[in-house]
């Protein structure tokens, strides 16, 4: 058993948890953060995918002791103020969600994506840096368009910003 | 038409919760004490269990018991069952073997549950299952259907000799056999359906609460539809009686089919719980869920098209071999029966139809309905036999087509199914322009000056969605009605609460129901809330599957809402001492027509229930139910066309174009149902190119267990689609509406392996289309 502590959605937490448990399961089972889902456990989906240390992450590969002292955020810390993120909203608007499972991993990986290309974000660069999270339910389609909506949409704040 | 109302584009309700991870899965669930289970599987396809030893698992830390199959026996528990009774051509039953939620003599499949161990956490329980000693002596193993029928084989089920469960038929064998005899020229083809997995996102999950003080059972359950799980686990498992048995599917992760039936780990968790005293909760493990989901396709059929010397087809005859797995899962028997053979028509008008359908017992795990169920596997069949057929004709595969198709409406089929209204030339028409369809020649000369193979393929498609009128569905051997109910309760303060049997696990019935609603009263939709998935909340409901929510359950809330609509005229024409045959209702409130008389809608529900002043004799409240029997089924069809193209070195096929056109009817929220589309095109796609679950015939371990060995799409094997509709209202419900959910998936991967057919100049090719099998049909072509 280990104590372990971190920061998660900027609130320092703490727990005691087997050696062996996954930090997807931290996350869920000792945080009661059940936003973060488990649609494999063996790194292929996606639906886990968290930010650590401002990178995104499969939560399902990396130990619980393993992100001692980390900053995490998961999907509940996205939205501020009860204003939906950029990214959440423009999920919303294209329809870019079904069944919702795998949503909050694809959004926290949109999030990443967003961040590291901004507004000069393309279709083929979505598609290809989706590779590690699976949709069953939307074909894709309007994920792909949500995701190009929210980087113009956000590389334009930026830029009116800057 | 109201900017919230029916035909608009609302963003759904339902998408806050899930995008703030908000959302409540089964496995989200937690209520206080509460243990977790993990089920001892087999690790053999086929083997006699001599014991069982769970001495030393049950001494392991944090273990609470460990329970297996004679236990369960022992306490009354029943086998799992097939609702759906088919008989066979010489009139005797089908062959159910039992199938025990914890297999107590005889495991059949790799997964087989043997036993179940409740333990503190996951991991716990994970260890003492380790530990659980069983004595298995492994028997010899079929998997493959054509084999099991064989003599010699190994023999599954006591019940069924040469592991058949039925040999079926349906249409007329002598009339067929006649025209194919004096036809102009018969295609003969040979036609696989590889077997599925439907991979919904959300693993099975199950959370059993058995409260000994009111002798109460509560499952929370991954389910597509919770009254029937009730009602199954009550009248044939012997779990508990009805009125102590809460079934609740709350966020439901993706069913597709894969979460329709009543699987043994619900009822082991209820169980289990009132033997340990604890609620237990079970969550499947991706892998579990490759072994023991049920699976879907997995036909092998031959196919005998004739035609005269017009090229209009005078007959068909299909004869196939379904495998149904280990044992015959819920639906199973109605799937490659009359979801699939009363489809052969196709969208063309065929004089004479017959088809024989053997469904075989194999070492693998059960079968059952996957989306489209059945439709799938009849439109492959056909759309690749009508390719077939124009290349061997010399005709455009638009040509045969047309000459082909019905055009006049109402059409009876010579396999039961009487087509209501359609247009198929239209979508065809719509297609084609949309793919540029007669600019393929040059674009295929580009593609060949690069190097590569290019390639055109459609596929016209028809379902029959809206299962169905309960009359006919019982003649037919069903053994439920498959109507479906609402409840519409107004508030007092004129907030509507709309109960419904529908259940929605990714379809957005939050948001299309409550459209319906505000275009009936003209109130916002907000103020509406749907009210789905628990069998306290809504009284009775038959589920969500073939794309029956919105022909079906969306007919019975429009019938509801006519009764509410009754009334409300009724206090308002009281109210304002009008007649009620004046009264209209608009934007949220009731007017005397001509007049400027108005009570808004909020005061008449208000009205309804302070009960000061109404209507002599009238009833307080105002709340109304209604049951809805479809009288027909649906006929969603529309045509798909793709276009490929194909590395000759590599096999690599890219899909550089996919266009459907469909025609589903009146349409409530086009957003939603262009996301129905895309997701069905998803898993069409999928079933093509990529996916496929496979067995060591050897030994029937099953070799596709984990998202590395099984194929899923992702976003990059996928094109953006382009997808329009165009709409021929359904004459058979109140909406006008016809069902969307499968079409993508049922019409797709005729469309693709035409295309890849059409690129490499080569017909003989099996899905899925993986490069390596591309490569070897495009240089076996030259
Ligand atoms: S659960 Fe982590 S990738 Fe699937
Ligand atoms: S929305 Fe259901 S898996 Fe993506």
């Known amino acids: 058993m280990a104590k372990i502590t971190m920061t998660v959605n900027g609130r320092q937490v703490s727990g005691t948890c087997d050696d062996r448990t996954l930090l997807v399961h931290f996350i869920r089972e000792n945080l009661g953060l059940t936003g973060t889902h488990v649609g494999c456990e063996t790194s292929q989906c996606g639906a886990c995918v968290i930010h650590m240390d401002g990178l995104s992450v499969k939560s399902c590969s990396i130990l619980a002791v393993q992100a001692a002292g980390s900053s995490i955020t998961t999907i509940e810390g996205l939205a501020k103020d009860g204003e939906l993120h950029p990214v959440q909203a423009a999920f919303k608007a294209h329809h870019g969600l079904q069944c919702g499972f795998c949503t909050p991993g694809m959004v926290m990986t949109a999030v990443d994506m967003i961040a590291r290309h901004g507004s000069k974000l393309d279709e083929a660069t979505v598609r290809a840096e989706l590779e590690g999270n699976i949709c069953r339910c939307t074909g894709y389609h309007n994920i792909v368009k949500a995701i190009l909506a929210a980087a113009t949409e956000m590389g334009g704040v930026r830029q009116a910003a800057e | ?782």
């Open chain 2, 1 to 782: 038409m109201g900017i919230e109302g029916i035909g608009a584009r609302v963003a759904r309700k339902e998408d806050k919760r899930f995008l703030t991870g908000k959302g409540r899965y089964t496995d989200d669930m937690s209520v206080p004490g509460m243990k977790y289970a993990i089920f001892v599987r087999s690790p053999h396809a086929h083997a006699k269990i001599k014991s069982i030893d769970a001495m030393a698992a049950k001494a392991m830390p944090g273990v609470i018991d460990v329970l297996d199959g004679k236990q369960l026996t022992a306490d009354g528990i029943g086998n799992l069952i097939c609702g759906w009774m088919i008989h066979s051509k010489d009139g005797s039953p089908m062959k159910m073997g039992a199938w025990r939620p914890l297999a107590d003599q005889t495991v059949r499949y790799v997964g087989d549950a043997v036993a179940v161990v409740v333990a503190d956490s996951v991991n716990e329980a994970r260890d003492a299952a380790e530990a659980v000693l069983v004595d298995y002596e492994p028997l010899p193993v079929v998997t493959d259907p054509v084999k099991a029928l064989a003599d010699g084989q190994p023999q599954l089920h006591p019940e069924a000799p040469n592991n058949l469960i039925f040999d079926w038929e349906l249409g007329d064998a002598t009339a067929t056999d006649a025209a194919i005899a004096a036809a102009a020229h018969v295609t003969e083809v040979k036609i696989v359906n590889n077997r599925l997995s439907p991979n919904a996102m959300e693993p099975r999950a199950a959370l059993g609460i058995y409260d000994s003080g009111d002798d109460h059972y509560t499952c929370y359950t991954t389910s597509q539809n919770p009254h029937l799980a009730r009602l199954v686990m009550s009248a044939f498992y012997n779990v508990a009686p009805e009125n102590k048995l809460r079934v609740i599917a709350p966020d439901v992760g993706g069913g597709f089919g894969s979460k329709i039936y009543i699987y043994p780990e619900e009822i082991v968790c209820l169980w289990a719980s009132k033997r340990t005293g604890v609620p237990v909760k079970w969550t499947c493990d991706r892998t579990e869920a490759f072994m023991t989901d049920a699976h879907g396709r997995d036909h092998v059929s031959t196919v005998k098209m004739a035609f005269d010397s017009a090229n209009k087809i005078t007959a068909l005859k299909v004869d196939t071999i379904a495998n149904l797995g280990a044992y015959m899962s819920l639906f199973s028997s109605c799937v490659p029966t009359y979801l699939y053979a009363t489809l052969l028509s196709g969208q063309y008008d065929i004089p004479a139809i017959h088809a024989n359908v053997r469904t075989v017992y194999t070492n693998t795990a059960p079968v059952d309905a996957y989306r489209g169920a059945g439709r799938p596997e009849a439109t492959y069949l056909l759309e690749r036999t009508m390719e077939t057929a124009a290349r061997e004709l010399g005709l455009s595969p638009a040509e045969l087509r047309r000459i082909n198709f019905i055009r006049s409406f109402p059409h009876q089929t010579p396999v039961i199914m009487n087509y209501d209204a359609g247009d198929y030339e239209a979508s065809l028409s719509a297609a084609m322009a949309a793919a540029d369809w007669d600019g393929i020649a040059a674009r295929k000369a580009e593609a060949e000056r690069r190097g590569m193979k290019r390639g055109i393929g459609m596929s016209c498609y028809i379902e029959a969605c809206g299962l169905a009128p309960s009359s006919a569905v019982g003649s037919l051997g069903a053994g439920v009605g498959l109507w479906e109910s609402a409840e519409v309760r107004v508030n007092a303060v004129g907030t509507i609460e709309v109960m419904t049997g529908s259940h929605s696990h990714g379809q957005g019935h939050e948001t299309t129901f409550a459209q319906l609603v505000a275009d009936r009263f003209g109130v916002p939709i907000d103020s509406v809330n749907i009210v789905h998935g628990d069998t306290d909340k809504v009284q009775m409901g038959m589920g969500t599957y073939g794309s029956r929510s919105g022909a079906v359950g969306m007919s019975a809330v429009a019938k509801a809402l006519d009764k509410v609509e009754a009334k409300a005229k009724k206090i308002a024409a009281h109210l304002m001492e009008a007649d009620e045959s004046d009264i209209v209702i608009e934007n949220g409130e009731l007017k005397v027509a001509g007049t400027d008389k108005s009570v808004p809608w909020f005061q008449m529900s208000l009205a309804a229930y302070t009960a000061h002043n109404l209507p002599a004799g009238m009833e307080p409240g105002l709340k109304e139910g209604a049951f809805y029997d479809p009288s027909n089924f649906t006929f969603p069809a529309g045509c798909y066309i793709c276009e490929v193209e194909v590395d000759p070195d590599t096999g690599q096929t890219e899909i550089v174009q996919f266009v459907a056109a469909d025609d589903f009817g009146n349409i409530i929220n086009p957003m939603i149902v262009e996301g129905q589309v895309h997701g069905g095109l998803a898993q069409g796609i999928g079933q093509a190119l990529l996916e496929g679950v496979h067995y060591d015939p050897d030994n029937g371990q099953l070799l596709t267990a984990s998202y590395q060995d099984y194929a899923m799409p992702r976003a990059d094997d996928l094109p953006s689609f382009k997808v329009s509709t165009s709409n021929t209202p359904c004459p058979n419900n109140p909406l006008g509406v016809k069902g969307c959910g499968e079409a993508g998936a049922i019409g797709s991967p005729p469309a693709l392996i035409n295309a890849i057919t059409d690129a490499i100049g080569n017909n003989a090719l099996t899905m899925p289309a993986t490069p390596e099998k591309v490569w070897a049909a495009a240089h076996a072509a030259n």
